[in-house]
């Protein structure tokens, strides 16, 4: 050790147990370097995880045999990355995992090569994970706007109510009070007309899909027809359940029938009220084709995930209002409370109803009571009719600052699907959208680049979420991905 360095101490051991730190280990006169990159590393690869207390400064400068201030230095410049943050008592805690090296050539290939090579299935779960200054990742609702005062006061009048019989195993489609509530919600703002019987209930349209993929393949239909571009996590969900997902290219009119009748599929999966991701509207000749496709002997299924949120244009009825015997219709709450709530609902065909329910009730004996009755009181009393327009006021806002964003800094860009939503897509005319997501997310901004929703050849661009983040954070993030294009 180089005891001549005055800031070592005369009373160091030659290391500490701490992640086995030796200051023989630093370059002359770079001690606080080296222990900052150290603890970075460590808090990197998970050897300190979120939530790990890091030694007192006294304490870590006496095992190293280094002066207190070399430590307190190192913590302060972890506390400015954002990677730690003291707090009094409880001491300095890891608060955010760094990113090692160059995105663009560590992080890309793994995390944002082409679908058409390779996406590994926990993408959005490790894409999360990773730290960003501002995330425009797409499909994420404004959680901070969540109503908790008015769901206290429901879930509160609920209790109060209920018998303790009502406590028990429910019906697996779903309590009947949930089932009403959204029958009359549906039919006020998707045009739909159904009877609350012919409700399933389920755990968000990420069931409906394991649900209605477990049923045809039971029926001998192996593939379900997907859009292009389309949700890869969609896409997903339908391979994990064992079935083929054929691309049926999306044009600025909507879902090519014509490919799609083609194809030889027998059926499909579309989202005809504000097409993911490009925000295309199935036009009405397109619906025309399409439902005489199914009156054929197709079947659609139509995810209806974010319809409600509109603002430059009129509403668009759901496909099922128009042929409710050959479309399984399937929503949820995620974009409009929460993703955290896990309800969804289902509409099915009379044919394939009970097969569903017993097949819901298979999988985990129904949703949660509780939740259900909770969302139905807010459905009834009206507020959730209140945050759907205090969402739209405040999604307008952050759309429009979005906008005005790409049109400044991005002024090459096509923007597509603004007028609805909570995400909008741009497009360019060349080059390559893995590398600028990377860029992009190396430099503090994560988004999605649309090849991942992509099996077909299409133009490069991004997929950018704003009902999450201010007009000022959406503002940044632009500018900075206009910098690193």
Same mark, same amino acid.
């Given at each position: 050790?180089?005891?001549?360095?005055?800031? #070592?101490?005369?009373?160091?051991?030659?290391?500490?147990?701490?992640?086995?730190?030796?200051?023989?280990?630093?370059?002359?006169?770079?001690?606080?370097?080296?222990?900052?990159?150290?603890?970075?590393?460590?808090?990197?690869?998970?050897?300190?995880? &979120?939530?790990?207390?890091? $030694?007192?400064?006294?304490?870590?400068?006496?095992?190293?045999?280094?002066?207190?201030?070399?430590?307190?230095?190192?913590?302060?410049?972890?506390?400015?990355?954002?990677?730690?943050?003291?707090?009094?008592?409880?001491?300095?805690?890891?608060?955010?995992?760094?990113?090692?090296?160059?995105?663009?050539?560590?992080?890309?290939?793994? *995390? *944002?090569?082409?679908?058409?090579?390779?996406?590994?299935?926990?993408?959005?779960?490790?894409?999360?994970?990773?730290?960003?200054?501002?995330?425009?990742?797409?499909?994420?609702?404004?959680?901070?706007?969540?109503?908790?005062?008015?769901?206290?006061?429901?879930?509160?009048?609920?209790?109060?109510?209920?018998?303790?019989?009502?406590?028990?195993?429910?019906?697996?489609?779903?309590?009947?009070?949930?089932?009403?509530?959204?029958?009359?919600?549906?039919?006020?703002?998707?045009?739909?007309?159904?009877?609350?019987?012919?409700?399933? #209930?389920?755990?968000?349209?990420?069931?409906?899909?394991?649900?209605?993929?477990?049923?045809?393949?039971? @029926?001998?239909? @192996?593939?379900?027809?997907?859009?292009?571009?389309?949700? %890869?996590?969609?896409?997903?969900?339908?391979?994990?359940?064992?079935?083929?997902?054929? $691309?049926?290219?999306?044009?600025?009119?909507?879902?090519?029938?014509?490919?799609?009748?083609?194809?030889?599929?027998?059926? &499909?999966?579309?989202?005809?009220?504000?097409?993911?991701?490009?925000?295309? &509207?199935?036009?009405?000749?397109?619906?025309?084709? %399409?439902?005489?496709?199914?009156?054929?002997?197709?079947?659609?299924?139509?995810?209806?995930?974010?319809?409600?949120?509109?603002?430059?244009?009129?509403?668009?009825?759901?496909?099922?209002?128009?042929?409710?015997?050959?479309?399984?219709?399937?929503?949820?709450?995620?974009?409009?409370?929460?993703?955290?709530?896990?309800?969804?609902?289902?509409?099915?065909?009379?044919?394939?109803?009970?097969?569903?329910?017993?097949?819901?009730?298979?999988?985990?004996?129904?949703?949660?009571?509780? $939740?259900?009755?909770?969302?139905?009181?807010?459905?009834?009393?009206?507020?959730?009719?209140?945050?759907?327009?205090?969402?739209?006021?405040?999604?307008?806002?952050?759309?429009?600052?979005?906008?005005?964003?790409?049109?400044?800094?991005?002024?090459?860009?096509?923007?597509?699907?603004?007028?609805?939503?909570?995400? %909008?897509?741009?497009? *360019?005319?060349?080059?390559?959208?893995?590398?600028?997501?990377?860029?992009?997310?190396?430099?503090?901004?994560?988004?999605?680049?649309?090849?991942?929703?992509?099996?077909?050849?299409?133009?490069?661009?991004? &997929?950018?979420?704003?009902?999450?983040?201010?007009?000022?954070?959406?503002?940044?993030?632009?500018?900075? #991905?206009?910098?690193?294009?």
């Amino acid at each position: 050790m180089n005891r001549s360095n005055p800031a #070592i101490s005369g009373r160091s051991n030659g290391g500490a147990d701490f992640l086995q730190l030796d200051p023989a280990d630093a370059p002359p006169g770079g001690l606080a370097d080296w222990l900052t990159d150290r603890l970075r590393t460590a808090i990197s690869t998970g050897h300190l995880p &979120v939530g790990t207390r890091l $030694p007192a400064t006294r304490t870590l400068a006496t095992d190293l045999g280094l002066s207190r201030g070399v430590v307190t230095e190192s913590y302060q410049r972890l506390t400015e990355d954002g990677h730690v943050s003291t707090h009094g008592r409880r001491g300095t805690i890891v608060v955010a995992a760094p990113m090692i090296g160059d995105v663009r050539k560590s992080e890309g290939p793994r *995390f *944002f090569g082409r679908p058409s090579l390779a996406v590994a299935d926990d993408v959005f779960d490790r894409l999360r994970d990773l730290p960003a200054r501002i995330d425009l990742t797409p499909g994420v609702p404004d959680l901070a706007a969540f109503p908790r005062s008015a769901w206290l006061r429901a879930e509160r009048a609920v209790l109060a109510d209920l018998e303790s019989a009502d406590f028990g195993y429910g019906d697996p489609a779903g309590t009947p009070t949930l089932r009403r509530a959204v029958a009359a919600w549906l039919a006020q703002y998707r045009g739909i007309t159904a009877d609350p019987d012919d409700l399933i #209930i389920v755990a968000g349209v990420a069931q409906a899909i394991g649900l209605v993929s477990q049923m045809l393949e039971r @029926h001998g239909i @192996h593939e379900i027809a997907v859009e292009d571009p389309g949700s %890869l996590g969609s896409r997903q969900h339908l391979q994990n359940w064992g079935m083929r997902t054929p $691309p049926i290219p999306v044009d600025d009119r909507g879902l090519q029938v014509d490919v799609l009748r083609d194809s030889g599929a027998s059926a &499909v999966m579309v989202t005809p009220a504000h097409h993911f991701p490009t925000g295309v &509207v199935l036009d009405g000749e397109r619906r025309r084709e %399409l439902i005489q496709w199914a009156t054929d002997g197709g079947l659609v299924i139509e995810d209806d995930y974010d319809a409600e949120h509109r603002y430059d244009r009129p509403p668009v009825p759901a496909l099922r209002s128009m042929l409710p015997d050959q479309v399984i219709y399937a929503g949820s709450v995620s974009k409009l409370l929460a993703p955290a709530l896990r309800i969804g609902w289902m509409l099915a065909p009379p044919q394939y109803k009970e097969e569903l329910i017993a097949r819901k009730r298979l999988a985990d004996l129904g949703n949660a009571g509780l $939740p259900q009755l909770t969302l139905a009181a807010l459905m009834e009393s009206g507020e959730l009719e209140r945050q759907l327009r205090f969402l739209r006021r405040r999604h307008r806002t952050r759309r429009d600052a979005m906008v005005s964003a790409i049109r400044n800094h991005l002024p090459t860009a096509t923007i597509h699907g603004a007028a609805a939503g909570l995400h %909008l897509t741009i497009t *360019f005319a060349e080059g390559d959208d893995t590398e600028l997501a990377a860029a992009a997310l190396e430099a503090g901004v994560k988004t999605h680049p649309l090849s991942w929703h992509c099996q077909l050849p299409h133009a490069p661009g991004l &997929v950018l979420g704003y009902a999450a983040r201010t007009p000022t954070e959406i503002t940044e993030a632009i500018a900075t #991905i206009a910098k690193v294009s």
